[in-house]
DNA sequence: GCGCGAATTCGCACTGAGTGCGATATCAAA
DNA sequence: TTTGATATCGCACTCAGTGCGAATTCGCGC
């Protein structure tokens, strides 16, 4: 079905070197082919609709077979939640001059990146995302996940910064993803043909906090 | 038991003004009473042990009844999420003089009423509020909650600066406080004894956020 | 005081997610 | 080819949450 999404997080097991075998082979596709059924069910009857034993059927699988591979329904669709991205902001980071200020490398970054969550793909998931209380929760979730994530690479990058820093420049530029991602979301929604790109008002976003910054009293 | 927490909020109707009568007091006992009892067992048992039959029968009510107050066990734990805070926040905010910018009077605001947080049942609560993947990422988005409260409130008292100002600010101020309790938490986890208040935390977030700042190339 | 309508309490049956246990099958490597 | 780990599956069970509707209680106008 689709190309990109879920992780290759195997269920338990991290396959350290190696060649990928047929097993570990047929696990990825087994994980895909769930996360892509499950995906095309969600859209087609809604989250909440779509019932386990459904996806388990389509996907060619026990029911008990598919918490060997998810933990729960959610995480099906979490698998999507912003595609890649994850996987791609550390490298993406440690590529960046080390001459200029964390935030500043994370913002080139997120620039960068920001063309993950322009596909159709990632915006139906988005969509499902925002259709419970728990989803929508488990999103923020991740990305206060990827936050830390971001601010453990950036005392990778930046060993001479203390962390309290670090940890403040990743909340930041995910604070500010964040913003710029539901800024956009409303300008797709109200204007689907002049919406302008997600790297736009990520720039825009950025641009606002640094003008509110100096908190002074 | 305890004194202050899970707001009034009824069911489903909105009393808009009057005396409250009978009936309004014995709702409000209830629902008080449920989730004392809901929070007395999760600190005896933990969360996942602790049954909504348990609950229900120690709070002297019908399993059925139960969901006439509470959307779910969750909801139960959340609403001891930060007692009463969400409330003071938005009154405390109009009190603050409109000559500063928006951003120091939410720290001003944060600063005053970070004690809310230091309480043993709010610890408590907290703690429990960690115990679960779903309960982390339910906490998350009641934050995001209160900043999209936050910004609601500021764009009253702030009527002439543009939304997505204050958004940012609301973000930044909702962050540091994320990143103060984060802190003051480890601080406390470590070093019982000589633990700084929250408030020293939010006002050192603070200032790393001040530096942090102008992410400039 | 009386009774009407709304709010509240409750029981019951049902769906569906998630788990524990253990049996079977399949594969990789020795 | 044997062997141990990985993967698949079925079954039975617990528990959260919902729909339905009955019974009770309360506030209020008459």
Same mark, same amino acid.
């Given at each position: 079905?689709?190309?990109?999404?879920?992780?290759?997080?195997?269920?338990?097991?991290?396959?350290?070197? /190696? +060649?990928?075998?047929?097993? =570990?082979?047929?696990? @990825?596709? #087994?994980?895909?082919?769930? !996360?892509?059924?499950?995906? &095309?069910?969600?859209?087609?009857?809604?989250?909440?609709?779509?019932?386990?034993?459904?996806?388990?059927?389509?996907?060619?699988?026990?029911?008990?077979?598919?918490?060997?591979?998810?933990?729960?329904?959610?995480?099906?669709?979490?698998?999507?939640?912003?595609?890649?991205?994850?996987?791609?902001?550390?490298?993406?980071?440690?590529?960046?001059?080390?001459?200029?200020?964390?935030?500043?490398?994370?913002?080139?970054?997120?620039?960068?990146?920001?063309?993950?969550?322009?596909? /159709? +793909?990632?915006?139906?998931? =988005?969509?499902?995302? @925002?259709? #419970?209380?728990?989803?929508? !929760?488990?999103?923020?979730? &991740?990305?206060?996940?990827?936050?830390?994530?971001?601010?453990?690479?950036?005392?990778?990058?930046?060993?001479?910064?203390?962390?309290?820093?670090?940890?403040?420049?990743?909340?930041?530029?995910?604070?500010?993803?964040?913003?710029?991602?539901?800024?956009?979301?409303?300008?797709?929604?109200?204007?689907?043909?002049?919406?302008?790109?997600?790297?736009?008002?990520?720039?825009?976003?950025?641009?606002?906090?640094?003008?509110?910054?100096?908190?002074?009293?």
């Amino acid at each position: 079905m689709d190309t990109a999404p879920p992780s290759p997080a195997p269920p338990s097991p991290t396959t350290p070197g /190696k +060649t990928e075998g047929l097993r =570990d082979r047929k696990r @990825r596709e #087994t994980m895909q082919r769930i !996360a892509d059924t499950g995906l &095309k069910l969600f859209m087609e009857n809604g989250f909440e609709a779509t019932t386990l034993d459904a996806i388990a059927a389509a996907a060619g699988i026990a029911r008990r077979t598919f918490f060997y591979y998810f933990k729960s329904k959610e995480d099906v669709l979490l698998a999507w939640q912003g595609s890649g991205f994850v996987e791609a902001i550390g490298p993406a980071l440690l590529q960046e001059p080390a001459d200029q200020p964390p935030l500043a490398a994370a913002r080139h970054c997120l620039l960068t990146l920001a063309a993950r969550f322009e596909t /159709k +793909t990632s915006i139906a998931a =988005d969509a499902l995302l @925002r259709s #419970t209380e728990t989803l929508r !929760a488990r999103k923020l979730a &991740k990305m206060v996940d990827m936050e830390r994530d971001l601010a453990q690479v950036m005392a990778e990058r930046w060993p001479d910064r203390a962390t309290e820093e670090l940890r403040v420049a990743a909340m930041l530029a995910i604070g500010a993803l964040r913003l710029a991602q539901e800024e956009w979301r409303h300008d797709h929604a109200a204007h689907p043909d002049t919406a302008r790109p997600l790297a736009e008002h990520l720039k825009a976003t950025f641009a606002l906090l640094d003008r509110q910054v100096p908190s002074a009293t």
